[in-house]
Structure formats: C-alpha cells, structure tokens
C-alpha cells in the first residue's frame, strides 16, 4: 500500500476533540436513515427478481 502524499496548496486538519451530545445525534440519526434506505431498495430488488422468477415458472408451465 502507498502512502498519499498532500498536494501543495492543500492540508488535511484532523479535529481530535470530542463529538457534542447534538453532534452525535446527527450522525446517529444520518447513519439510521441510510441504513433503512439501503435495506428498502434492496428489499425492492429481492421483491424484482422474485416476480421475474415466478413469471418463468408460470411461462414453463403453461408450455
């Protein structure tokens, strides 16, 4: 793995000090949105391709 090295005009501050009680609730409640986004859409996907396979079965079995 190879180091990054900062470009000229730019630099990279890490703020060491503790999250405020409001802060982490933010990120809190950012991550369980997304967290419920992401299980809805691939929720929605299984659903897909659950229709698409019962749809074969059906076109089988009426040949």
């Known amino acids: 793995m ?3 090295k900062e470009p000229i005009d730019v630099d990279f501050v890490v703020d060491p000090r503790p999250l405020t009680d409001k802060e982490r609730k933010l990120i809190s409640d950012f991550i369980k949105n997304d967290k ?3 299980a809805k859409k691939s929720k929605t996907l299984k659903n897909a391709q659950k229709r ?3 749809i074969k079965k059906r076109v089988k079995q009426k040949e």
């Open 52 to 54: 698409k396979t019962s």
């Open 36 to 38: 419920l986004k992401s």
């Open 2 to 4: 190879e180091l990054l």
